[in-house]
């Protein structure tokens, strides 16, 4: 009996086999509590609100070969068919389509260029005076624009004189200030800002400076390629969308019309691999988990396969079934532990690495707590079967000699 | 011996089922998700023109005035000017160069015959065919004579000219580019790429166009570009020729040299035309700036590889460290268990080294299991992206290399577990278990 | 002190009815030393386990200490168990991630008793069996003779009424069975019922009381005392 090697004993294995749970239990906490947060950050990024109701307006574009048309003559008679279609509430050409990743932006200026001045990025949206309506957007100061102030161009050689703009790019030019009234510069082009739009996403959700910041300008200059957009009453998009193609064209039919796409299906496909990146992560954590549990689970099998002659024994010396029960979880709880204390420091490591080298925002301090506070339950969970089996072994095993 | 260790690993399994499967369940789904992830960040990543992305450049030039920034990694324009591009192209050089330009058109017959369409066209010059290995079935490149005089030609793809005029063989035939009616001089294979590394500025995994013409057609027709323009200055442009002339971004530039001796040739004539072009009053910043990069900077430099594909590449690594330690643990349980039966084997006379070896053919053989597995499960997986996202199609797929890469991790993971718990059992002292028992 | 009435045990697989023990009666006094012996398989490992509770028992009646056995549950008998009992198995079974002290300590904390009171206890304990200077070492590092010595003083730690002991020297060579009998009998000198299950007839000599086990029932019952020449079953 003394010629036993220390590696066998019972305590050094024991010690490898936790250690090994722990290391589990760590990365499972790291892992998960960066994972979700990155998921929650992605659902605040897909799920904000936009300002538009995304189901009830679509957009398509037009691409005209035909030259026998006057195109500024032609968007007028467009505008006016579309409009009186039925179901839908307005209709209007614009330059980009918002939540859809393609547009223009430019600076925007206290003073007109070369002066130097203060300069606020924002996207700009080229349309008329029913622009307004057919994006839904909420006019919270202010006046929209006319159709006198809105200016007909085929070359840029005229340029509007008023502009709606949303109160975030106004607050930022004046801040503290009223922006109803006052005069930005496009280059060393001024406008009045006669309306004040609130919520108005524009074409790039995804750059956090720019996305609230828009400016619509009255100005209507398409080319042979452009874009309408057409607001419909609720649940009537899709039968207004299938009339499209042959109204567009029985109005003229030298052209191609293209992408009648709804707005929600534009966001959709802007997100998509945000929404791709979230489903993976779920997926990655759910699978995580579920492994972690099974190895907990595995592992205490074994080591009660390994000691059940020892648990007979205890038993026979008058342990109660839930003396077993508890001394399992509570060996399994101590691993556990130290796992996660172990975890939550990889966690805020992972978090800070993630943070340093992606643009991920720094980890909340919540989610590592409520993940290792999961982990520890999980584990509970997954020992508690094992343990119970543990506890129904017979003591009278302690008197057979194998 | 092998065989013989196969079958009594084959035996080890069957006697413990349920913690066999448990394993190879977990290498599976480790191996799995790793790989999925993995064969995005593969493909995304790949040389995607391997015989000559060393020789193929992409020119840089740092036009902009001092003070004003880029938001390149090193603030250089993506993008040339016009001015530049046309005379970077009529340069005197002995080098093949290609000015390119995505724009698009509504391509029809002018009868009914095939309903019109909107395709996206590249403008190019007519050494880009042969730079980046765009192979005619029929007919061939425009012209030196077509090119200086803006004919109305073009090169179309297969499937286009399959679409447009039932045939591959449409040298010879015209079509409509919008109100622009063209001569096809020849037909191309389609242009198979998952990444468009040649114009990364829309999107770097859309398809590559089917039509080509060439460049001198922009000024002729005054083709504008369907891909983005860019200024750092205000230019007012009322007309075309106003662009033409302004300092906007807005065409990409490709040059081939073959060695390093003509990429100095290259750099001095690049250096040479800074100088020239400061004296007309560009190019005012104090240091001289250009930038070649090859095909595979290119695409690191544009970030091509997306960031949230190397988190997920990143947090798959450390989820299949953990399918590992999972495996480390059961297969200490299991094979320590054993010991008995292995102190008899020794007492038998099997060597340390044989007890060794069986265990490591053991651990591969759940490692070659859980690979097949895990290849399932990336299957799955990469089923579930391209049904996510429609551009990952060509993306989320596992290559050759990709399938043989699967098992080959799962088999080296494996036995990487399985050392230390094949060390611990073939330490085993024959006596101490032969008297116990 | 422990009374056995009719006891019965009935092992039932699918195709046969075992009975290992038959109409089993048995009465023990406080401070007897009884030898149980018998061949193997014939129920005297059985006999062992229902007086030690740690089986059930088919049919009859089973009294410990005037408490009726058959009538407690799981925790009560553990507890029981836990206070009245003290067993030394064949095996020794120690537990092997523990040391000498934490190893007797184990029924001391089922108990419930005061960590200073475990401390007086589990020294006395092992200065009893002369292990006291070892409390630090694990089973492993221990010979035979001193692991089932270890296994007594973790028996004796709880002052148990009744002794209980498999084999106690089935595993060890003469000199330490001799030094293990002798253990023993200073133990019942100093008050404890000891019922010991042996196959071997000298040290089942040595005990005042002998019962033999053979087909689940008492076959014999002598009482050698004084007269060791009446050797049974050698």
């Known amino acids: ?402 | ?437 | 002190m422990l009374k056995m009435n009719n006891i019965s045990k009935m092992y039932q697989t699918e195709m046969v009815q075992t009975h290992a023990l038959r109409d089993f009666n048995l009465n023990v006094e406080e401070g007897e030393f009884i030898a149980v012996t018998g061949p193997s398989g014939s129920g005297k490992t059985t006999f062992l386990n229902i007086a030690g509770m740690l089986e059930p028992f088919t049919g009859g009646e089973y009294l410990l200490d005037g408490i009726d056995v058959g009538k407690l549950n799981d925790n009560q008998r553990a507890d029981l168990r836990n206070q009245k009992i003290g067993f030394i198995f064949q095996g020794f079974n120690l537990i092997p991630d523990l040391n000498l002290y934490e190893n007797v300590e184990v029924p001391l904390r089922y108990r419930g008793i005061k960590a200073a009171e475990r401390k007086r206890r589990i020294e006395q304990c092992l200065e009893q069996v002369g292990l006291a200077s070892r409390a630090k070492h694990l089973p492993q590092q221990l010979s035979g003779g001193q692991q089932q010595r270890v296994a007594i003083a973790r028996a004796l730690a709880g002052e148990p009424r009744f002794l209980l002991a498999d084999e106690p020297t089935g595993n060890l060579d003469s000199l330490m069975a001799r030094q293990v009998m002798e253990l023993l009998e200073q133990i019942n000198r100093d008050g404890a019922t000891i019922i010991m299950v042996t196959h071997d007839a000298e040290l089942a000599r040595r005990a005042p009381r002998n019962i033999q086990v053979v087909d689940g029932q008492l076959a014999d019952f002598t009482l050698y005392q004084g007269n060791p020449n009446m050797a049974v079953g050698a």
Not at chain 1, 10 to 23: E, P
Not at chain 2, 29 to 35: A, K, R, W
Not at chain 2, 94 to 117: E, I, Q, W, Y
Not at chain 2, 140 to 166: D, N, R, T
């Open chain 2, 1 to 437: 011996m092998f065989s013989h260790y196969i079958d009594l690993s084959w035996r080890s399994f069957k006697r413990t089922p349920l913690v066999s499967l448990l394993m190879v369940i977990a290498i599976g789904v480790g191996i799995g998700i790793t790989m999925t992830s993995l064969s995005v960040y593969h493909m995304m990543s790949m040389d995607p023109i391997p015989e000559k992305s060393d020789k193929l450049f992409a020119v840089q030039l740092q036009s902009m005035d001092e003070g004003e920034s880029w938001w390149s990694p090193d603030s250089m324009p993506y993008q040339l000017t016009y001015r530049d591009t046309e005379n970077l192209l009529n340069a005197d050089l002995p080098f093949k160069r290609a000015a390119l330009m995505k724009t698009g058109f509504s391509v029809h017959l002018n009868s009914d015959k095939v309903k019109p369409f909107l395709e996206q066209t590249r403008v190019a010059s007519r050494d880009a065919f042969d730079m980046f290995n765009l192979s005619f079935i029929n007919g061939g490149v425009w012209s030196k004579e077509q090119e200086s005089s803006a004919a109305p030609v073009a090169v179309i793809s297969q499937s286009i000219s399959k679409k447009l005029f039932g045939t591959s063989n449409s040298v010879g035939e015209t079509f409509y580019l919008d109100d622009l009616s063209v001569r096809v001089v020849g037909v191309i294979e389609d242009w198979k790429l998952h990444i468009k590394y040649f114009d990364l500025n829309n999107g770097s995994f859309n398809k590559p166009e089917h039509i080509f013409i060439p460049f001198s057609l922009i000024k002729a027709n005054e083709i504008d570009t369907w891909g983005n323009t860019n200024g750092w200055k205000h230019e007012p442009v009322k007309v075309f020729n106003d662009k033409l002339q302004s300092e906007k971004f807005w065409l990409q530039f490709w040059v081939e040299l073959n060695n390093a001796s003509e990429k100095r040739v290259f750099e001095a004539y690049l250096e040479n035309y800074i100088a020239e072009e400061k004296k007309a009053g560009r190019f005012t910043r104090e240091k001289a700036e250009y930038k070649l990069r090859d095909v595979n900077q290119w695409i690191s430099y544009w970030e091509v590889v997306n960031e949230d594909n190397k988190i997920m590449v990143a947090l798959s690594f450390m989820f299949l460290a953990v399918c590992l330690a999972n495996i480390l643990g059961l297969l200490l349980a299991k094979f320590l268990r054993r010991a008995p039966e292995v102190g008899v084997r020794r007492a038998l006379g099997a060597s340390k080294k044989q007890v060794f070896f069986q265990h490591i053919v053991e651990v591969g053989m759940l490692g070659l299991f859980g690979g097949v597995i895990g290849i399932i499960v990336a299957q799955v997986g990469l089923f579930g992206i391209r049904q996510s996202l429609s551009y990952y199609d060509a993306l989320a797929n596992m290559d050759i290399s990709m399938l043989m890469t699967a098992p080959l991790i799962a088999i080296s993971a494996c036995i990487i577990a399985g050392l230390y718990p094949a060390w611990l059992v073939c330490n085993t002292t024959p006596a101490t278990y032969l008297k116990t028992q």
């Open chain 1, 1 to 402: 009996m003394l010629e036993i090697k220390p590696i066998f004993n019972a305590l050094l294995r024991s010690k490898v086999g936790a250690v090994l749970l722990l290391i589990q239990i760590a990365i499972t906490t790291a892992i998960v509590s960066n994972a979700a947060f990155i998921i929650k950050d992605r659902l605040d990024y897909l799920n904000q609100p936009t300002g538009y109701e995304e189901e009830n307006i679509f957009k398509f574009n037009v691409m005209t070969f035909g030259t026998d048309v006057d195109l500024i003559q032609q968007v007028d008679l467009d505008e006016q068919m579309l409009r009186a279609m039925p179901g839908v509430v307005d209709a209007v050409q614009i330059s980009a389509v918002p939540l859809s990743g393609g547009g223009s932006s430019t600076g925007f200026r206290l003073k007109p260029v070369p002066e130097k001045s203060k300069s606020v990025n924002a996207s700009y949206f080229e349309t008329d005076e029913h622009g307004l309506n057919t994006l839904g957007v909420n006019l919270i100061a202010g006046r929209n624009f006319t159709e006198d102030e809105v200016v007909l161009n085929r070359d840029y050689s005229k340029f509007p004189k008023v502009a709606l703009a949303t109160k975030a790019l106004m607050d930022e030019l004046y801040p503290g200030e009223d922006g109803l009234g006052k005069v930005i510069y496009m280059g060393d082009q001024p406008l009045t800002i006669v309306g004040i739009i609130g919520m108005m996403k524009g074409p790039w959700l995804k750059l956090e400076n720019r996305k609230d910041k828009s400016v619509l300008l009255p100005t209507v200059s398409p080319g042979k390629l452009h874009q309408f957009l057409v607001r419909t009453e609720p649940e009537r998009r899709a039968e207004v969308m299938k009339q499209i193609e042959s109204a567009m064209h029985s109005n003229y039919a030298k052209r191609v019309i293209q992408d009648l796409t709804g707005l929600d299906v534009k966001k959709a496909d802007y997100v998509a691999e945000d929404r791709l990146m979230m489903r993976m992560l779920v997926i990655l954590i759910s699978v995580l988990v579920l492994v972690t549990a099974l190895g907990i689970f595995g592992l205490t099998l074994f080591n009660i396969n390994k000691r059940t002659k020892q648990i007979g024994t205890r038993r026979a010396l008058g342990a109660r079934k839930s003396a077993i029960i508890s001394y399992f979880v509570v060996e399994n709880s101590l691993i556990c532990i130290a796992g996660l204390v172990l975890g939550v420091c990889g966690a805020v490591l992972l978090g800070q690495q993630l943070m340093a080298h992606y643009s991920v925002p720094a980890l909340s301090n919540w989610y590592v707590a409520i993940t290792a506070v999961a982990v520890f339950v999980m584990s509970l969970l997954a020992v508690i079967g094992p343990a119970r089996r543990a506890a129904n072994i017979d003591p009278s095993i302690a008197t057979r000699t194998i």
